[in-house]
């Protein structure tokens, strides 16, 4: 279901000292209600598409709307965001209750409404009774919660969360995941949430934007973005997968190793040199002589519930596999996939070009051309 759009950027770029360009021409729209995800390597530009939200700092060119209306000028204190930090940025000298109260106090509000407001935010996170508590005496996970009642209690429209889980060890880290994202269903406002984490992104968001160099090089729903990564960098970044050099011979026939395979991509250009991508948990092992590729198993480990191998095709190419069958190195084997598991990705294709191309050729398809 489509909301109406909170915040939209459009043609945004970010340069600093007029030199780097840190975000090159980036559009996007984000919904009221949902949970936004920024994924992407060190320096993509994350922490500065939030700035430019929050209102820290302005774009070097383009617009950003809010509910329709263009904010570039509107300064931070009167945009209606709040942001946790990765350290989360506590008062240390303050008590939890002060922390919280902080917005409230600047803002005039009366004595008992500040109790009132402090108190729900603080049960939202599950942190009453630590009212009057030091930040020092707080375990991280329970800062990291003190930080969101603080962003909440101000009834932002929207809260934006720089990679808030970082510093927290993974068990800590996947009960809050679960947390955060039953308190953005609960508050049913918009979480913009950082992370550089792909499982944290696939597992916590309804729509993930993948970043790479100042451009966001994809964005979709998780399982649009696993199952169909755009380009080499997508298919790289999320998940493990296996990315094999192969040639379009025409719609719908793929060739990877020598041989057509049927697929259920085309509009590219006939025996167009592509990359195709398969999961390595789409290829499933048959005997020999079976299947659709002959391997010979290379390299194998067990990793509990399943064995994960490097298997090697008579071309030469190296293929992952997940497998639950027992395989061992130099066993040879038959790989086997289904046309819909074969991914056919253009060199370097950007969303806009993909989005083109499929329409292109459905609507081909459908006019039977
Ligand atoms: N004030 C600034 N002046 C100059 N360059 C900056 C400034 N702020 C950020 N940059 C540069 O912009 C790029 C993107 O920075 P940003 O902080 O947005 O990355 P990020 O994706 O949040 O990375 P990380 O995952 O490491 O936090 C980096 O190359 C950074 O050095
Ligand atoms: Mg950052």
Known sequence: MRNASIIQFRHVTKQFNDETVVLDDVSFEIEGGKFYTLLGPSGCGKTTILRLIAGFIEPSEGEIFFNGKKINQVPANKRQVNTVFQDYALFPHLNVFENV??????????????????????????????????????????????????????????????????????????????????????????????????????????????LNKGKIQQSGTPIDIYDEPINRFVADFIGESNIIKGKMIEDFLVEI??????????????????????????????????????????????????????????????????????????????LDFNPEDIHVMRFDESEEDFDRRIEQYTEDESLGK
């Not at 590219?268 to 391997?295: A, F, H, Q, Y």
Request: net charge negative.
């Open 101 to 210: 109260a902080f917005g409230l106090r600047i803002k005039k509000m009366k004595k008992t409404a500040i109790e009132e407001k402090v108190s729900e935010a603080l049960s939202f996170v599950n942190l009453q009774g630590y009212e009057y508590r030091e930040i020092s005496e707080m375990s991280g996970g329970q800062r990291q919660r003190v930080a969101i009642a603080r962003a909440i209690v101000n009834e932002p429209k929207i809260i934006l969360l720089d990679e808030p889980l970082s510093a927290l060890d993974l068990k800590l880290r996947t009960q809050m995941q679960y947390e955060l994202r039953e308190l953005q269903r609960r508050l049913g406002i918009t979480f913009i949430f950082v992370t550089h984490d792909q499982e944290e992104a696939l597992a916590m968001s309804d729509e993930i934007f993948v």
């Open 257 to 334: 190793a020598g041989k057509p395979f049927v697929c259920v991509d085309g509009g590219m250009n006939p025996n167009e040199p592509v990359e195709i991508v398969i999961r390595p948990e789409d290829l499933e092992i048959r005997p020999e002589g079976e299947g659709k590729l002959s391997v010979t198993v290379i390299s194998q480990l067990f990793r509990g519930v399943h064995y994960e191998a490097h298997c090697r095709d008579l071309e030469g190419n190296v293929w992952l596999v997940h497998t639950t069958k027992k395989i061992q190195v130099g066993d040879k084997l038959g």
